[in-house]
């Protein structure tokens, strides 16, 4: 047993060994919480190091903090202790609940960022009643990609909306023998389905959360839901769309699909796997019907800030400014938040070379404000819902009226809990 | 002989994922977009392994996931042992009342405490240190369960004939009880090996400095799901799975008598 002991010991002294580094004078360190991995990791690292290496008196110390959720739950529990917040954490749509009531924010208006150069849908995406909760970085949006051949020998046209789909979808399948679509959409594909409808409509009141937490959904009310479950499930009849819920793009790869919706986020690593294979395309998303012009929304994420300092204040500017929009947006696919980026001559050359890449931005820059991310409690369980009750639908297990009130009651009975736990 | 063919098929079941990685990690990132799907690589691309291995920080992580794992299953292996000795053999006052409460924790699950368990780290100042990845696993009421079940089944005469002889606690622990449950605690010792080397979330909370990161967090840092390129997600996943198998192709034979022991307990 002694023995025992003594091995504990020897292994519980390192431990204690490690504990936060030194602080080196006369330089600032900004802490960043990131969600960037892969390629993404190495084209922010390479900012970080364009940054500090033209900065003798700050330091940026980026922290890979897991995924977008993952940065979101160790913001929420650094802010429980009390110690521990960064200065800046990158977030996404979902965590736009959170930071609009979190005491510890501080908004870019608070900041005193220099926005002027933002495209302003861009930095609308982040506007709450408080203010904007950050900045834009990472930005994105949802685009119909396909197998540019496979449309060719099926001798169909990319469609513009979902009649023309459901006319086309057919066709694609019997010419080719591949399903002409792969995929069930989710949330992020809803909010451009139901968001776009009528020209720009909000899915929940008080401008889709942003304007305070939402009371109550309303798109049983205005029909959005119903009118885009019935164009899909008439899709889903033609037996050309196969309901996969994941290994989507997988299937795409492997030609098992002649379309999917993806974000725009993802064009660099599909043009990576299907290089040499076939001929990828990509498009506007789809609309729900001729009526649905409102387009899509910015997604992605962005820089929100913890500390209000100068130094804060300069690496936001530095993260936003256009030469570093556009290293990261030719690096990653990511959509160039800054309005000189897309004016410079670089990009205006990489957009002729790579003209897939600009897509996605036009598409974006043509959508209606009204096309907003939505800012919900349980935005992660009511993503898989959307899901499964659109699978049901479609399978035959539930009425198209049927699945428009359960999902309206389950997101409203979890406003409803949100305000009566939050007062 | 329908005895045989079972454990045969039960066995394909379970080697099979080892088998399917282990070829995966050789597949060429076209391998990966076939139909129908492939068993074997068309041509192994070793350089999945390179590109695994060559990641700055894979040895760092490897390290430290190792290093927290054998801690954790070293510490949590005594804590339960003693623990189990002390409700199996002794009398103190509020015996039932604390192993009532002890057992209790097996009906809370850990991501409700999460938060919780976070501040009360911060507030101990163990944030970015092996402690603090491991502390909050160092009691299991279920392997208390387990051990107990198995020292209890044990003839007390054995512990009362050691007490009549003078022996202290220690030494009927050591030299009396340990030995005859030893495949339990060993058992033991695997399963928290295991579940410490596999926890995600708790480390990736507690440490935010890159030397501190364990191998779970560094998969996903490596981005190679996202990135489509899962030649080097399944390399790098194969290496992790090294351990495993070394771990339990060393310690099956106490493993299978554990099994064996539980059910006659």
């Not at chain 2, 976070?118 to 970015?128: D, E, K, P, Q």
């Amino acid at each position: 047993m002694r023995k025992v002991v003594l091995i504990m010991l020897l292994l519980v002294i390192p431990t204690l060994l490690f504990s936060a580094g030194a602080k080196e004078e006369d330089v600032t360190t900004v802490t960043i919480w990131h969600s960037n991995s892969g390629i993404l990791e190495d084209a922010f690292m390479s900012l970080v190091e364009q940054f500090n290496e033209s900065h003798d008196n700050i330091r940026i110390n980026a922290v890979y903090q897991g995924k977008a959720n993952d940065v979101l739950t160790s913001v929420n529990a650094a802010s429980l202790a009390g110690s521990g917040l960064p200065d800046i954490a990158q977030l996404d749509a979902t965590a736009g609940l959170d930071m609009m009531y979190a005491p510890y924010l501080v908004t870019v208006e608070e900041l005193g960022v220099d926005t002027s150069e933002l495209i302003e849908s861009a930095y609308a995406a982040y506007d709450s009643k408080r203010g904007h909760i950050g900045v834009p970085f990472n930005a994105s949006s949802l685009l119909f990609y396909y197998n540019a051949d496979l449309f060719e020998e099926a001798g169909v046209e990319v469609p513009k909306t979902l009649d023309d789909f459901i006319s086309s979808a057919p066709i694609i399948h019997e010419k080719t023998g591949v399903y002409a679509f792969s995929g069930v959409p989710t949330t992020y594909e809803l909010i451009t389905f139901l968001g776009s409808q009528n020209g720009g409509t909000y899915l929940t009141d008080n401008r889709n959360g942003h304007d305070g937490v939402s009371t109550k959904v309303l798109f049983d009310e205005n029909g959005t839901f119903r009118n885009f479950l019935e164009k899909w499930k008439a899709l889903y009849d033609t037996g050309a769309l196969n309901n996969l819920t994941s290994g989507v793009s997988n299937a795409f790869y492997a030609e098992q699909c002649a379309s999917m919706l993806a974000s725009s986020s993802n064009l660099t690593t599909v043009l990576e796997n299907t290089d040499g294979l076939f001929n990828v395309g990509v498009a506007y998303v789809p609309m729900v019907d001729s009526d649905a012009t409102g387009g899509v929304n910015i997604g992605g994420g962005c820089l929100a800030a913890f500390s209000n300092t100068e130094e804060v204040r300069e690496v936001l500017e530095f993260m936003i400014s256009a030469s570093s929009q556009a290293y990261w947006a030719e690096s990653t696919g990511y959509m160039p938040v800054n309005r000189n980026t897309v004016e410079s001559p670089e990009w205006q050359a990489f957009i002729k070379e790579n003209p897939l890449y600009s897509v996605a931005l036009e598409q974006a820059l043509s959508s209606s404000e009204k096309v907003l991310g939505l800012w919900i409690p349980s935005a992660y369980q009511v993503y898989y819902s959307f899901q499964s009750t659109i699978a049901s639908v479609l399978e035959g297990e539930m009425s198209i009226d049927e699945a428009v009130s359960s999902m309206a009651d389950m997101i409203n009975t979890n406003l409803m809990e949100y305000a009566r736990q939050n007062g | 002989m329908l005895k045989k063919l079972f454990a045969i098929a039960l066995a394909i079941i379970v080697v099979f994922p080892l088998f399917y990685t282990a070829s995966m990690s050789l597949f060429s990132p076209r391998d990966f977009n076939t139909s129908p799907a492939l068993f074997f690589p068309t041509s192994p691309l070793w350089q999945n392994y390179e590109k695994a291995v060559n990641h700055s920080s894979f040895l760092r992580y490897t390290f430290n996931s190792v290093f927290t794992a054998t801690l954790a299953a070293v510490m949590r292996t005594v804590i339960v042992t003693l623990s189990s000795y002390a409700f199996s053999f002794l009398s103190f006052k509020g015996k039932k009342a604390i192993l009532f409460f002890l057992l209790l924790s097996a009906f809370i699950p850990q991501d409700s405490l999460l938060y919780q368990n976070y501040v009360t780290v911060s507030r101990m100042n163990l944030i970015n240190t092996y402690l603090g990845i491991i502390i909050t696993g160092l009691f299991s009421a279920t392997q208390l369960i387990m051990l107990m079940t198995a020292m209890k089944s044990l003839s007390r005469d054995s512990y009362d004939a050691a007490r009549v002889d003078g022996a202290r606690d220690m030494t009927i622990l050591c030299s009396i009880i340990a030995p005859l449950t030893k495949s339990i605690i060993l058992t033991i010792m695997l399963q928290s090996f295991i579940s410490t080397f596999n926890s995600y979330l708790w480390p990736l909370l507690v440490t935010n400095e890159n030397a501190m990161r364990t191998i779970q967090i560094g998969v996903s840092l490596m981005g190679y799901q996202e990135s489509g390129r899962l030649g080097p997600l399944f390399a790098t996943l194969f290496i992790i799975l090294v351990p495993f198998v070394i771990l339990v192709i060393t310690t099956r034979k106490f493993i299978i008598k554990a099994l064996a022991d539980g059910l006659s307990y």
